[in-house]
Nanobody, 122 residues
């Protein structure tokens, strides 16, 4: 497993931007599919985006397509989520996760960060 630590969350007005980072420990970061998920209290955790090992392929949830961009820097063991045109409904705790399959299902991911809160005010 890999240890993951998210950062970059905060409070932003609707229409604004935030960039989340997820730093991974260990020397095998490039061997993992990386994903971002989010969760609102009382609801199930929701898939947001994933990126392939090389960074050459990405998948997004329809709700964020065109507004969010996932990227990774394997030299820095870090995955990013650039969030633009934020909406109040994007408010959630955001988690990064590492897995071995390019899946939208949280059960396919083996390692999770502690989460970072994103709050979008209207």
């Amino acid at each position: 497993q890999v240890q993951l630590v998210e950062s970059g969350g905060g409070l932003v007005q609707a229409g604004g931007s935030l960039r989340l980072s997820c730093a991974a420990s260990g020397r095998t970061f490039s061997s993992y599919i990386m994903g971002w998920f989010r969760q609102v209290p009382g609801k199930e955790r929701e898939f947001v985006a994933l990126i392939s090992r090389s960074g050459g392929a990405t998948v997004y949830a329809d709700s964020v397509k065109g507004r969010f961009t996932i990227s990774r820097d394997n030299a820095k063991n870090t995955v990013y989520l650039q969030m633009n045109s934020l909406k109040p409904e994007d408010t959630a705790v955001y988690y990064c996760a590492a897995g071995t399959l390019p899946s939208r299902r949280e059960g396919e991911y083996d390692s999770w960060g502690q989460g970072t809160q994103v709050t979008v005010s209207s």
